[in-house]
């Protein structure tokens, strides 16, 4: 009698390891994907850039600043482009490294507005919604942009954005 209470003691431990084992499985495989992998890949944020790239390039208050004009003209489209994309991997969890400056570096010498920011925004909006990236998504990406607005508007003489 007492090898068998011994034996369904054993069986329920086994159990109990597999059931925990699986759950546990399970739950791993229930994570959320990355920002990443949401987006559709490299493929997927390279096409998004590509179109955000070019409508910021015919945005008529962006070109209003002789400074991105100028800068435009040094810096051949193509990189641009290479570089945010890049950038959009990296901080959405894929395998990219963003090779480029910093965005305080980047940007210190175009004297970017408030205006401008925002101008640069709304494009992006509506880029996101013409590919019909989910609403999501977009809070995320608009998000991350936030975090860089510090380094990229440029605060006037008198402090006020």
């Not at 998504?137 to 003489?157: F, H, R």
Request: include cysteine; hydrophobic fraction near 40%.
């Amino acid at each position: 009698m007492q090898t068998k209470v011994k034996r369904s003691a054993l069986l329920i431990i086994v159990a109990i390891i597999l059931l925990v084992s699986f759950t546990s499985v399970f739950a791993q495989g229930q994570k959320e994907k990355s920002l990443y992998d949401r987006l559709g890949g490299v493929y997927a944020i390279a096409t998004v850039v590509d179109d955000f790239i070019e409508r910021l390039l015919v945005n008529n208050t962006l070109n209003a600043n002789p400074a991105i004009k100028e800068a435009r003209i040094r810096v051949p489209k193509a990189g641009l482009k290479y570089h945010v994309t890049e950038l959009v991997c990296q901080v959405t969890g894929g395998p990219q490294k963003y090779t480029g400056r910093s965005m305080k570096n980047a940007h210190k010498h175009l004297d970017i507005t408030e205006k401008e920011w925002d101008a640069m925004v709304a494009d992006f909006k509506i880029t996101l919604n013409k590919f019909k990236v989910p609403e999501k998504e977009q809070k995320e990406l608009i998000g991350i942009i936030a975090t860089t607005k510090k380094d990229i508007v440029m605060v006037p003489a008198s402090g006020k954005k």
